[in-house]
């Protein structure tokens, strides 16, 4: 008797456990499988049909005391010095031979009209124009407020911004291509002009730049047009003012060759 | 297992087609178009008088779009044509013909008539602008818009006296409009800009706690009919009645009343004299402007210790009330942009008012004027695109200047519009 209970008792144990593993195994397997297609095909479709993934400056403002400098001034100042923010190393130095162009395109733009009486005091004028800038820019201020400064021409009076990078992935790879492509803008917007009347409509278009491995645009694509030729056509015009974006780090070429990088106009 | 693999599968599939980023640019700036105002056509017999009245129309069109000149450019590019060509023709002195032809958009040009007020060439002219403008932007100009202010320039050598005038937006045809003989302070316009509200410090006889009658000053509120220039008595309540601004529908004011003790902001009906109590902080609520949408309220309050600005609905009492700003010693005088979207205010540093900017929500706080004396009292255009504001310089240790200047939103001066008319305050735009 005693040992036909136990022997059935053995039997129970050993069939229930059994059902309860194959029940936990399945539960795993059914939890692993829905929560990867809701996340990686429900969902994402839904979002967005062609797998976009949009990077925004994510900002963080820390007000304290009034601004010292008005909006004018801080005009002038993005005028004699552009704005990079770069952390790559390579980035940076070709960043800074960019600044330069637009510099000497701003100031040659702020030329007065040709007038063959003044075009040598101009060319002088020209001259002492740039010095000054220099001046300032050595001179008077340190470092540390330089370098607030051009934080604060960055992003307005934004004091300190940063990147969201989408997605949960910890590659190199992909935080390296998110810092080269949130630099992007900030050589564009320098050119990003449009006359008034085309300013207040909410037009939007966005535009796909494929990008050489020395940074040099390959090409340009309307991938979603404001539906306002204007307005598509002044945004390819930026950045066919723009020519070349500073040097991507081997990693990465082949994405931004590949077109992977697309420009929102505004958004 | 088959299912199993088959999601793997198709997982592997998905990261493995191409994806896109996008990057955000973000909004462009304005890039300035030419206009190319042609000399006026004249193709009738002029007497002189006439053609000194077309020259005049002329430059003032000319005048008024200088006011936008962070849109539009006047010097004629040496190089290829101007954005816009306009012909101003007189065929006869009863309309004024005007061509505005659109060099790079050919279906963006008109033509247009317009008539000629042969009584008031300025009206005519500022008509002239204004069509002009509303052609090639589709908005409203503010070339027809006034401007409402205090100057003391009555005072004798030992009263001070503040009336009320009026002028165009450009600073021209100045027009008294008060002879109280009394100090008149925060002039407000009607959303329709038939009346215009103020406060008046008038004395009144008042009996002391012993019985014997004794003058004592008040702050009471007054509106005056434009067209008639009739004025209503709205609030002399013991203490301050000041501060008053008409709601967006016209029928209610809000204002600063002193009946507890401390300054709060009220709401009085027009129709019923209704009065209900907006704030209730027991420290000093001042100084409100509502915006158009009349669901946002913001003030001056004394509730964190210095005087800060708020915001608040106003369809409630202490609802939802926000504090905007959080840097300053003293902040003064929030005015909304049309839009509400923007509150410009003054704010006291070195010593000195300046002007600054922020979104209503409190985001982007900017600094609009610098070195340029002490500015306050700004207000908006009624387009959102000009603040007009009261710049007070010293000259020496005894004599100051206090003029009416005009800057564009991103703080670009334009215009002082009164040179040495007395000291004048608190400009109020037209709406």
């Not at chain 2, 902080?281 to 158009?292: M, S």
């Amino acid at each position: 008797m005693e040992l036909s209970i136990k022997h059935i008792h053995e039997d129970r144990f050993n069939r229930y456990f059994a059902i309860a593993i194959a029940f936990h195994v399945l539960l795993v397997v059914f939890g692993v499988g829905i929560t990867k297609l809701m996340d990686l095909d429900i969902f994402k479709i839904e979002r967005d049909p062609k797998n976009l993934e949009i990077i925004q400056s994510s900002v963080r403002i820390d007000v304290v005391a009034m601004p010292k400098f008005t909006v004018q001034e801080l005009k002038k100042m993005k005028v004699t010095e552009p704005v990079i923010e770069e952390k790559g190393e390579v980035v940076k130095e070709k960043a800074k031979e960019d600044i330069i162009k637009p510099d000497d395109i701003v100031i040659e733009k702020k030329e007065p009209k040709v007038d063959l009486g003044n075009l040598l005091s101009n060319l002088s004028k020209k001259e002492k124009k740039v010095k000054i800038i220099k001046g300032k820019k050595t001179g008077e201020l340190d470092s540390k407020s330089k370098k607030e400064l051009r934080n604060l021409i960055l992003e307005g009076n934004k004091v300190s911004a940063g990147t969201s990078t989408v997605g949960d992935s910890l590659a190199v790879e992909k935080t390296m291509f998110n810092d080269y492509v949130s630099a992007l803008p900030n050589m564009v917007r320098p050119y990003w002009k449009l006359p008034s009347y085309l300013m207040d409509q909410g037009l939007q278009c966005r535009i796909r730049v494929f990008i050489a491995s020395n940074g040099k645009i390959l090409n340009t694509e309307i991938y979603e047009s404001s539906g306002n030729s204007e307005f598509d056509k002044k945004a390819l015009n930026s950045l066919k003012q723009v020519s070349s974006f500073p040097q991507p780090k081997s990693e990465i070429t082949a994405r931004l060759a590949s077109g992977a990088v697309v420009l929102g106009f505004p958004l | 297992m088959k299912a199993l693999l088959l999601t793997f599968l198709f997982v592997f599939n998905l990261s493995a087609q191409e994806s896109l980023t996008v990057v955000a640019v973000g909004e462009a700036e304005v890039e300035k178009e030419t206009i190319e105002f042609v000399k006026p056509k004249i193709s009738f017999k002029t007497n002189p008088r006439q053609a000194s009245e077309v020259k005049e129309i002329y430059s003032i069109v000319n005048e008024d779009f200088a006011f936008y000149k962070h849109k539009y450019s006047l010097e004629v590019p040496t190089i290829g044509n101007a954005n816009y060509k306009v012909s101003i023709i007189f065929n006869d002195f009863k309309n004024v013909k005007v061509e505005v032809v659109n060099t790079v958009d050919s279906a963006r040009s008109s033509s247009l008539t317009i008539p000629i007020n042969s009584k008031n060439i300025i009206t005519t002219a500022h008509n002239v602008a204004d069509k002009i403008y509303e052609s090639m932007t589709g908005d409203k100009s503010i070339f027809k818009s006034k401007i409402v202010f205090v100057s003391d320039r009555t005072s004798n050598g030992r009263k001070t006296k503040k009336e009320l005038y009026i002028m165009d937006f450009d600073g021209r045809r100045k027009q008294r409009l008060t002879y109280t003989n009394s100090l008149i302070i925060s002039p407000s316009l009607s959303p329709d800009n038939t009346k215009l509200m103020y406060s008046a410090i008038e004395s009144k006889w008042k009996k002391s706690s012993r019985g014997t009658p004794h003058k004592v000053k008040n702050l009471n509120v007054y509106i005056m009919d434009l067209a008639t220039k009739k004025t209503t008595l709205i609030s002399e309540l013991d203490g301050m009645n000041s501060g008053a601004v008409f709601s967006a529908d016209g029928k209610d004011i809000y204002l600063t009343l002193s009946l507890a003790k401390n300054a709060d902001i009220y709401k009085i009906n027009l129709a019923t004299r209704k009065r209900t109590q907006i704030t209730t902080h027991f420290l000093d609520d001042v100084d409100p402007h509502i915006n158009k949408a009349g669901d946002q309220l913001t003030f001056l309050s004394g509730r964190s210790g210095k005087a800060m600005i708020y915001t608040m609905d106003p369809r409630g009492i202490e609802k939802n009330i926000k504090r905007i700003s959080y840097v300053g010693r003293f902040n003064a005088a929030p005015r909304f942009s049309p839009d509400g979207a923007e509150i410009v205010f003054a704010s006291w540093v070195d010593d000195l008012f300046d002007i600054y900017k922020i979104d209503s929500n409190g985001d982007n706080l900017v600094r609009l004027t610098k070195n340029s004396g002490s500015n306050e009292e700004p207000s908006f255009s009624p387009d959102g695109q000009f603040i007009v504001y009261s710049s007070q310089k010293v000259i020496s240790r005894k004599k100051a200047v206090q003029n009416i200047v005009i800057m564009n939103r991103e703080g670009e001066i334009i215009k002082q519009i009164t040179d040495n008319y007395g000291k004048s305050y608190t400009p109020r735009w037209s709406n």
